[in-house]
C-alpha cells in the first residue's frame, strides 16, 4: 500500500513457480549472456538437425556425438530454465509469506525468517516487466533477482505506482 505521497508500494504475497518462471525468462533476456548462452544452444540444436538430416539423406548413418547436439540443446533451452525456477521457487516458498516494501531507501522484504535488505536503489541499475511480476535486476556480473508478483498487489491500479517509483528511481526498463 502506498503511504501519504505513494513513496512506499507494499506487496504481501506467498512465493508461486510461474512467478520464478518468469524472472528466470526475463533474466535469460537481460544478460549479455543469457542472450549469447540461448543462441549458442539454439545453433547447437539448428546445425545438429542439419548435420543429422544432411547424413540421413545422402544413405548415412549420423554419428552418436551429432545426435546428442539437438538433445543437450533441447535440454538446455527448456528443462533448465525450468529446474533453475523450481529451485529459486523452493527457496522462497520455504520462507512463507513475504511482505516486501519499495520505498525511499530501496527493497526490503519481510517473511518468517526475518527481514533482508536485497536492493538499495543504488544497487538496482534495471528491471523488466512481465506479464504477472516485475523483475529487479542488480549486481553487474552476477546479477541477483528480485522477484515482484503483481498478485501481491492490493489492487491492480497499484502496479502503476510501482512502475512509477521504479521509473523516479532511474531503474532502465527492459
Avoid: I
Avoid at 548462452?37 to 540421413?56: E, Q
Avoid at 533477482?145 to 492490493?154: F, N, Q, S, W, Y
Amino acid at each position: 500500500m502506498a503511504e501519504a505521497g505513494g513513496n512506499n508500494v507494499e506487496l504481501v504475497y506467498r512465493a508461486a513457480v510461474g512467478d520464478f518462471r518468469e524472472a528466470v525468462r526475463a533474466s535469460t533476456r537481460a544478460s549479455a549472456a543469457g542472450r549469447w548462452g540461448r543462441g549458442l544452444l539454439l545453433f547447437s540444436a539448428g546445425a545438429g538437425a542439419l548435420v543429422t538430416v544432411l547424413a540421413l539423406a545422402s544413405g548415412g548413418t549420423p554419428d552418436a556425438q551429432v545426435l546428442v547436439m539437438p538433445v543437450a540443446a533441447v535440454v538446455g533451452l527448456v528443462l533448465l530454465p525450468g529446474l533453475q525456477a523450481r529451485l529459486l521457487h523452493r527457496r522462497a516458498a520455504a520462507r512463507g509469506l513475504h511482505r516486501t516494501v519499495l520505498d525511499l531507501w530501496g527493497v526490503t522484504v519481510e517473511h518468517d525468517h526475518g527481514t533482508e535488505h536485497p536492493a538499495r536503489w543504488s544497487q538496482v541499475s534495471r528491471y523488466a516487466e512481465t506479464p504477472h511480476t516485475f523483475v529487479l535486476f542488480s549486481g553487474a556480473h552476477a546479477p541477483r533477482l528480485t522477484v515482484l508478483p503483481k498478485r501481491g498487489l492490493p489492487n491492480p491500479a497499484d502496479a502503476d505506482r510501482l512502475r512509477a517509483v521504479l521509473d523516479r528511481e532511474g531503474l532502465t526498463r527492459l
